[in-house]
């Protein structure tokens, strides 16, 4: 799950004390399959709880330190999973973490097909779901995580890090070219392609696109398109100076901005305005 919001108790020097992240890109073989590496260390001395909105891709988190809680926004009634790491499938419904207040460790952004490729499993199979890491890797899990651990510093775990994956991309399955295709032109247009223009594309039917799809990327086409625009729309919320919300509905694809809103009230559990907010003030943002 992505990282979250900022304290000012003790002014900005202290926060920086408490709080520690580091980012990286992996190595140039994993480009497609690994969006990105994290390494975070924080301890606030409050408890944090924070909404993690669709993003279109699959988190794989290695904790060092404490577990997590991680639950579903509109799903209450479900027990929150307690975990240290794990693997949070692509969805389409608000998530959220929870913690003390102190957390460690990194963060694996992979794509739908980098998860389906490295973790060799069929990304429905991970879809809408939290997953202990030892469920998806067996053993490999607990030695990776003990070595990342041990290592002296973050450059040399994120060397582990591409190693690792290097390693597993050896004997790595390959995405149907299907999906390949219409998976790049989803995201080219940050989810604005049709599904029939995906059907135009790839010379398949919507009922045969839509099956491999599925399997392999976790969704079906046109939710992964809702999911891209939204994750679009999002990013542009929450920057430093954003637009508008009328002009971020312009340019993400949305008819108006009540689709926009109806879309984040869908997928984030909230408005646009409670969303920006909520990261605005909470104590574990960068």
């Keep these: 799950m992505s990282g979250t919001a900022g304290t000012g108790h003790a002014g900005p020097d202290a926060d920086r004390a408490r709080r520690e992240m580091v980012e990286r890109r992996p190595h140039p073989a994993l480009a497609g399959l690994v969006r990105g590496y ?4 924080y301890d606030l001395g409050e408890p944090v709880w924070t909404r993690e909105g669709p993003h279109g891709g699959v988190t794989v988190i290695l904790g060092f330190g404490p577990p997590i809680g991680v639950g579903w926004v ?10 240290t790491s794990f693997v949070a499938g692509v969805h389409d419904e608000a998530a959220f973490t929870v913690d003390a207040g102190r957390q460690y460790g990194m963060q ?3 794509s739908p097909l980098g998860a389906f490729t ?3 499993v069929p990304s429905r199979e991970l879809a809408g779901r939290v997953v202990p890491l030892e469920d998806v890797l067996g053993a490999r899990a607990a030695a990776l995580v003990a070595r990342l651990g ?7 775990r994120f060397a582990e ?10 004997r790595a399955p390959s995405p149907h070219p299907v999906v390949v295709q219409a998976w790049s032109l989803l ?15 790839t010379g398949h ?5 839509t099956s491999l799809f599925r399997r392999e990327v976790g969704l079906p086409p046109k939710t992964m398109a809702r999911v891209l625009r939204f994750h679009r729309a999002q990013g542009l919320l929450l920057a430093p100076d954003p637009p508008p919300l009328a002009a971020i509905a312009a340019e993400c694809g949305y008819y108006d901005q009540a689709h926009l809103n109806r879309d984040f009230t869908a997928l984030a559990g909230c408005t646009p305005t409670r969303l920006r907010a909520e990261r605005r003030d909470s104590p574990a943002s960068p």
């Design 205 to 209: 039917s919507r009922r045969h696109l």
């Design 38 to 41: 994290c390494g975070y260390r």
């Design 74 to 83: 509109a799903r209450p009634e479900r027990p929150v999973d307690t975990v």
């Design 150 to 156: 041990e290592a002296p510093g973050w450059p040399e």
């Design 161 to 170: 890090l591409d190693a690792e994956l290097l390693r597993w991309l050896e």
């Design 108 to 110: 694996i952004d992979l």
């Design 187 to 201: 995201r080219r247009t940050d989810g604005r392609a049709t599904v029939t223009e995906l059907c135009a594309a």
């Design 118 to 120: 490295l973790l060799a």
